[in-house]
């Protein structure tokens, strides 16, 4: 049973540019979150998709979007690229369910020049 | 705003003993309250879990105590290893709209050493 797969694992990128980042949830999850991880700090929730939805959004601005397809993965587009855009960016994947443990990737490392 | 505070920041413990990490957070909202383990270059894995209508949940070597009306909860790791060292976060959720939105501390840094 595969659980939350990331693509890529490490980008590189120059200011200015956009990214998109890739995410299959874990087998029988359909809820999907992205959080942005900087170095020594804990995640940093984003947004979160459900039923090809976004629900719920943290303190980001709109450069930050993304997309859930009708299989559950879900994409991560950020526009505009910043320096303090460096961060690893995490997608953890859950049930619908209230109280249900969400699944995280190993994510991706993306770097700004 | 940091909702949920963790501490200590870092944590040294020998190997065999009792490694403690603590946690309290403000919003009576939260109704789910899950502990990661992640290590260098990995994502956070889930270690345990606990609901607030439960005072305590032990896995293994690790135990969750919870204390609703003061709202804190820790982490208890039992026989700590060297393989334990890594960085714990707890974490905390709210179920809105389809899914469990996390908030999580601010991460310790445990040591274990022979």
């Known amino acids: 049973d595969a659980g939350v797969t990331q693509s890529p694992t490490h980008l590189i990128k120059t200011r200015g540019q956009q990214v998109t980042l890739r995410c299959s949830p874990k087998?029988?999850?359909?809820?999907v979150s992205w959080y942005q991880q900087a170095l020594g700090q804990g995640p940093q929730f984003i947004f979160q998709y459900y039923e090809e939805e976004e629900r719920q959004r943290g303190n980001f601005p709109d450069r930050f979007s993304g997309h859930q397809f009708p299989n559950y993965s879900s994409e991560l587009n950020v526009n505009a690229l910043l320096l303090g855009d460096s961060a690893l960016y995490l997608c953890?994947?859950?049930?619908?369910?209230?109280?249900?443990?969400?699944?995280f990737g190993d994510g991706t490392r993306l770097s700004i020049l | 705003q940091q909702q949920v505070k963790q501490s200590p920041q870092s944590l040294i413990v020998q190997k065999g003993g009792i490694s403690i990490i603590n946690c309290a957070y403000e919003?009576?909202?939260?109704?789910?309250f899950p502990w990661y383990q992640q290590f260098p270059g990995k994502g956070p894995a889930l270690l345990i879990a606990?609901?607030?209508?439960?005072s305590e949940k032990k896995e293994g070597r690790f135990t969750i105590s919870f204390n609703k009306s003061a709202k804190q909860f820790s982490l208890h790791i039992m026989d700590s290893q060297p393989g334990d060292s890594a960085t714990y976060f707890c974490?905390?959720?709210?179920?809105?709209?389809?899914?469990?939105?996390?908030?999580f501390g601010t991460g310790t840094q445990l040591k274990v050493e022979l």
């Open positions: 953890a994947s859950s049930p619908s369910r209230r109280n249900q443990p969400q699944h």
């Open positions: 087998s029988g999850h359909d809820t």
């Open positions: 974490a905390a959720t709210v179920f809105t709209g389809g899914g469990n939105k996390l908030t």
């Open positions: 919003n009576t909202a939260f109704d789910y």
């Open positions: 606990i609901r607030p209508d439960v």
